[in-house]
Nanobody, 124 residues
Framework: QVQLVESGGGLVQAGGSLRLSCAAS????????ISWFRQPPGKEREFVAG????????SYRDSVKGRFTVSRDTANNTVNLQMNSLKPEDTAVYYC?????????????????WGQGTQVTVSS
């Protein structure tokens, strides 16, 4: 079992950057595929980015490709999401989630463990 805690959210102007971190405890994060999801106001939760157990494979939703980067920090047992060139439509609560599968799943139902979420607000 693993516990996940997100940090790094906040308020930023359009075009700015934020770095989210997902700290894992209980089991090493490299035992799981770790992904980031977000839930915009009034909308369903959606996949943002994911990273494989080894860290050598990543996946992104089309709207964030080239702007967001997901990475593992194995020394600190964390997974980070670097978000650049932020847009107002990136405003959402961001969650990290862990899956025991060996592929990066885009559906939330494939993830067993979730953090509490962190708010990201991008002003225009």
């Amino acid at each position: 079992q693993v516990q996940l805690v997100e940090s790094g959210g906040g308020l930023v102007q359009a075009g700015g950057s934020l770095r989210l971190s997902c700290a894992a405890s209980g089991r090493t994060s490299s035992s799981y595929v770790i992904s980031w999801f977000r839930q915009p106001p009034g909308k369903e939760r959606e996949f943002v980015a994911g990273i494989s157990r080894s860290g050598d494979s990543t996946s992104y939703r089309d709207s964030v490709k080239g702007r967001f980067t997901v990475s593992r920090d194995t020394a600190n047992n964390t997974v980070n999401l670097q978000m650049n060139s932020l847009k107002p439509e990136d405003t959402a609560v961001y969650y990290c989630a862990a899956s025991g599968y060996y592929f990066i799943a885009g559906s939330a139902r494939n993830y067993n463990y979730w953090g509490q979420g962190t708010q990201v607000t991008v002003s225009s």
